[in-house]
Structure formats: structure tokens, C-alpha cells
Nanobody
Framework: QVQLVESGGGLVQAGGSLRLSCVVSGVTFSRATMGWFRQAPGNEREFVGGISWSGTSTNYGDSVKGRITISRDNAKNTVYLQLNSLKPADTGVYYC??????????????????WGQGTQVTVSP
């Protein structure tokens, strides 16, 4: 059974930082491309960023470039999202997603077959 469990969400003030974690089980994590998406009420799910199976390549969404770092620890089956200089527009439910081996980092929800339940991030002005 595949499980992705996000943690680290909560209420953060604008200008602050957050670090989300996602622990993955039930897939060969070291071969999985990992992505982070977010969704605000009434909006479509938005690509935040992704990381290749090896951790050597990343791809970030335009709205967070310059403020985001995604990393992974294959020994711990965990992927991380660090987002700095938070803005109220960063508010939403953040989802971790996994796909099988890919040569590129997908930026669309359809590129990922497994999803976590999501963790709420609220950025106050």
C-alpha cells in the first residue's frame, strides 16, 4: 500500500518560512520523482516544485522561484519543501506527490500517480 504523509503545515506570518516533510512508503522511493503541489479554495492545483529521483535536478513553479528549495533524503524515504519569504498568496493545502521513474520532472498533476492527504498552510498578513 502506497502512503505519502505530509507534515509541517500550520499558521505562519508573512515573511516567515516553512519546511514541509513528506514520508513515503510502499514505492521504491529512490526511483520516484517527487512533486509538491498546492491548492487554494476555488483554485486549481498548482505545481510548486519537483525533484528528480536522484535529487540532482529540481524544477520550481514560477510563483515560488527564488524562495523555494526542494530536497530529498533517499535513506529516509523523505522529501522536503523549504519555502521562505512567505506571502498570504502562499496559503493553501500543500500536497506531496510521487511518480514512478521519469526522465523529466512533471509539472502537472496527471504526471503523478500517488498523492498524500495534504497539509494546510496559512500565511497571515
Amino acid at each position: 500500500q502506497v502512503q505519502l504523509v505530509e507534515s509541517g503545515g500550520g499558521l505562519v506570518q508573512a515573511g516567515g518560512s516553512l519546511r514541509l516533510s513528506c514520508v513515503v512508503s510502499g514505492v521504491t522511493f529512490s526511483r520516484a520523482t517527487m512533486g509538491w503541489f498546492r491548492q487554494a479554495p476555488g483554485n486549481e492545483r498548482e505545481f510548486v516544485g519537483g525533484i528528480s529521483w536522484s535529487g540532482t535536478s529540481t524544477n520550481y513553479g514560477d510563483s515560488v522561484k527564488g524562495r523555494i528549495t526542494i530536497s530529498r533524503d533517499n535513506a529516509k524515504n523523505t522529501v522536503y519543501l523549504q519555502l521562505n519569504s512567505l506571502k498570504p498568496a502562499d496559503t493553501g493545502v500543500y500536497y506531496c506527490a510521487a511518480s514512478g521513474y521519469r526522465s523529466t520532472i512533471g509539472s502537472k498533476p496527471i504526471d503523478y500517480g500517488y498523492w498524500g492527504q495534504g497539509t494546510q498552510v496559512t500565511v497571515s498578513p
